[in-house]
């Protein structure tokens, strides 16, 4: 755990239970945290307790817990998990998550992985593959909300009740050239 960051503190509650024996509260304890918490968590255990703990995290939230954690933690993990439960942690990842977590998996794991994604998702994660990984198009998230510049603020809004769901964490609308340019 970085020692820039406060102990987290389910950490204790977490050992009680652990030292009781009491598996069930654990599981109960450590899925009613965000991802990032259960990383935390994670990365401050000994490999031990570790191990035992990442066996009782929810399927669903692997890949983002995966994703939250240093690189050595990481890296320990995904080496103890099998291909199928690799392919399934990456299944519900963002792609911008996705494409980061895709450097660290085996190559037959990543062919896994892609053979899983429609066309679509394919091309979007082919985009942000192409930029270098700390560059600003390495880190950006491809479900964003782009217009032309020629169409009005009714239109968008129109479109958006109309389609009922808006990509998550979307907080901007982008304008863009008929070529995807951004232009503001």
Same mark, same amino acid.
């Given at each position: 755990m970085d =020692? #820039? *960051? /406060? *102990?987290p503190p389910q950490l204790d509650a977490l050992h009680e239970a652990l030292d009781s024996g009491a598996i069930e509260q654990v599981r109960v304890l +450590? !899925?009613?945290l965000h991802p990032g918490e259960i990383a935390d968590l994670l990365e401050a255990l000994r490999p031990t307790l570790?191990?035992? %703990?990442w066996g009782l995290v929810d399927t669903e939230d692997e890949g &983002? %817990?995966? %994703?939250a954690l240093n690189e050595e933690v990481r890296a320990t993990l995904i080496q103890e998990m099998d291909s199928e439960e690799l392919v399934a942690a990456a299944a519900g990842l963002e792609l911008d998550d996705l494409a980061d977590f895709? $450097?660290?998996? =085996? &190559? $037959?794991v990543n062919q896994e992985v892609l053979k899983s994604l &429609? #066309? !679509?998702?394919?091309? @979007?994660?082919? /985009? +942000?593959?192409s930029y270098s990984e700390d560059s600003a198009g390495g880190l950006m998230n491809p479900d964003s909300l782009t217009v032309r510049? &020629?169409? $009005?603020i009714e239109v968008v809004f129109r479109y958006?009740?109309? @389609?009922?769901?808006?990509p998550a964490g979307s907080d901007a609308i982008f304008v863009v050239s008929r070529q995807g340019e951004y232009q503001g």
């Open positions: =020692p #820039q *960051r /406060a *102990r +450590v !899925n009613a570790r191990e035992v %703990v &983002d %817990v995966l %994703v895709l $450097t660290e998996l =085996p &190559d $037959t &429609d #066309q !679509n998702d394919l091309d @979007r994660l082919e /985009a +942000v593959l510049s &020629d169409v $009005t958006l009740r109309m @389609r009922r769901e808006i």
